[in-house]
């Protein structure tokens, strides 16, 4: 109990002083409106800085990320086919797909899926 509670006192110090560390060291100067401006070889920027984001462009790539990553957790679930039990494998496997089939029923509910808008 004791190493438990030293453990967990000298992870708190660490930790604060490091937290202490890195906001002593990025300390920023108090930036004025001329140092807060874009600059552009002197001259005043013809267009805005900051270009408008389509969101529907990032819900889709969202949901690419979503299907890609669940591709990776069923291609070894293909491989433990042979050594693990029928039954729970199928139900693994299908309580997986439910969840999948629940989350693009979301999606397509709320619209996601719908580009031209």
Known sequence: MNKLLLMLSLALI???VLMSLCMTI????IMDQEKMS?????FDPNSSSRMPFS?????MAVLF????IEIVIILPMIITFKYSYMTTWIITIMMFMVVLILGLYHEWN???LEWAT
């Open 65 to 68: 990320l979503i299907f890609d």
């Open 110 to 112: 709320n619209g996601v």
């Open 14 to 16: 660490i930790s604060f």
């Open 55 to 59: 969101l529907q462009f990032f819900l």
């Open 26 to 29: 990025s300390k920023k100067t």
């Open 38 to 42: 874009p600059f552009e070889c002197g």
